[in-house]
């Protein structure tokens, strides 16, 4: 470690001002524990750590009692684990009123450290009890936390703006709502247009230019599948790894099958081994690259082993292959997964599931807490005639013959009425007006 580069680092955090953003609706827990953020790249990690501290800051904290370390900075990307405690040192050196009392350590995208965990861990049971810890690979935490960090930490997964900050970031008065004037809600919908398309990537929102706001997009697939699947997995045959992120990307809110694509690459005279697919595909979970939603069973094998449904991470990413008007009933169920998926933050032990009979009806979402069903939503762009309101009714009525659930629900994109389905109410609701309502 060359102490001069890394004390340059220090002072030069403490002397910059804290970034202007805005602000996330996260909530994480007030504990002793080690809070691990999660999720895909240029989500918002080093921004949420960033608003943590200014509310430290707000309450009293001194900023010389926060240490803040960025390992993809260039004068920080060389170090060793073992390098992180000499860093707390050299902190206290440079700033010794802060050696007593409490410090507030944040490690930025520590991935990149090998065998991080051990440093972690190692200043977790000397004591220090306010740690965050942020990573773009979800499984590579997971991994490390299953072994040395069992029972010490919390994770947290972030993605992209929700809703409700896409507006924040738009100017627009969310505090308003439900008391909108008719301006507003137009003006409501047409930005939730803005965010079914391009999604909630903040670099995205901010971005005024529709040819850039690609440009940005096709530059996190690239990072992803290059940074984060082929250097970190060693991938040797990026042509199919390449071909299943298009593939994947192309035919989301949908089943996916890796037997089923494996077929496909063979009968194209592609050459790959079957365990090859199955791999990649789970790499590409590792890294929020994408999400596979189970199939609901009673049976947790069955569960398992059942075709599972595949999701984005960010709508931006559906448009980056199909065009956007062939996609609206697709990308329309994907933003209603996602913030199910942030919802889960709020309430870990809720489980999300897709719904299928054996004859072949589907239910879009079925969330469970514990061995409560407690919602079975179906996912409609439109209700217009009756052949299309029949078909998502039935779905619905099937599901809860079997699954007995009083909270029955169809998000459309701008259709809100009351409908009966065997004697149970079936609340048909507005997207805007069902993500503003489900606080995360």
Not at 224 to 250: A, M, Q
Not at 325 to 351: A, C, I, W
Request: hydrophobic share 35%; proline share 2%; aromatic share 12%.
């Amino acid at each position: 470690m060359d102490q001069s580069v890394v004390s340059q680092y220090l002072r030069d955090f403490q002397e910059r001002s804290l970034p202007e953003l805005t602000d996330r609706e996260l909530e994480v827990a007030d504990t002793d524990k080690i809070l691990t953020i999660y999720g895909s790249r240029r989500s918002g990690k080093t921004f949420y750590l960033f608003q943590i501290m200014k509310e430290l800051m707000e309450n009293g904290v001194d900023k010389n009692r926060i240490l803040y370390l960025n390992f993809e900075d260039t004068k920080l990307s060389d170090l060793d684990y073992k390098d992180i405690e000499e860093i707390l040192k050299l902190h206290w050196e440079i700033y010794p009123d802060t050696s007593d009392g409490e410090m507030h350590i944040f490690l930025d995208e520590i991935q990149t450290v090998e065998n991080w965990e051990k440093a972690v861990r190692t200043l977790h049971d000397r004591g220090f009890e306010n740690i965050y810890v942020t990573g773009s690979s979800a499984t590579l935490l997971s991994k490390e936390i299953a072994t040395e960090l069992r029972g010490r930490t919390l994770s947290y997964l972030m993605l992209s703006y929700s809703f409700r900050e896409f507006l924040k970031q738009k100017g627009f008065p969310v505090e308003n709502y439900p008391q909108l004037s008719s301006r507003e809600e137009a003006r409501i919908k047409n930005l939730l247009e803005e965010y079914l398309e391009w999604g909630g990537f903040p670099e995205v929102v901010k971005e005024e230019n529709e040819n850039v706001k690609t440009q940005i997009l096709q530059e996190y697939r690239q990072l992803t599948l290059y940074k984060d699947l082929v250097e970190r997995h060693n991938v040797k045959n990026e042509k199919v790894l390449d071909t299943l992120f298009k593939h994947l990307y192309s035919s989301f809110s949908a089943p996916f099958s890796p037997h089923n694509f494996y077929n496909t690459l063979k009968s194209q005279g592609i050459k790959v081994g079957k365990e090859t697919v199955y791999n990649y595909t789970h790499y590409m979970e590792e890294t929020v690259g994408v999400f596979m939603l189970d199939r609901w069973h009673p049976s947790a094998k069955t569960r398992e082993m059942s075709q599972k449904k595949a999701y984005l991470p960010d709508t931006g990413f559906g448009n980056l292959y199909t065009a956007f008007s062939d996609k609206k009933s697709q990308l329309l169920e994907n933003m209603v997964f996602m913030h199910l998926k942030r919802r889960q933050n709020t309430y870990p032990g809720e489980e999300i599931y897709c719904w299928k009979n054996d004859t072949q009806e589907e239910l879009d979402f079925l969330l469970k807490q514990k061995d409560e069903v407690k919602s079975l939503i179906q996912v409609s762009h439109s209700m217009e005639n009756d052949q299309i309101r029949e078909r998502e009714l039935r779905a619905l009525k099937k599901a809860n013959k079997s699954l007995e659930c009083s909270d029955l629900r169809i998000i459309t994109w701008d259709t809100e009425q009351e409908l009966q389905a065997n004697g149970e109410t079936v609340q048909v609701t507005p997207v805007w007006k069902w993500m503003m309502e489900n606080n995360l």
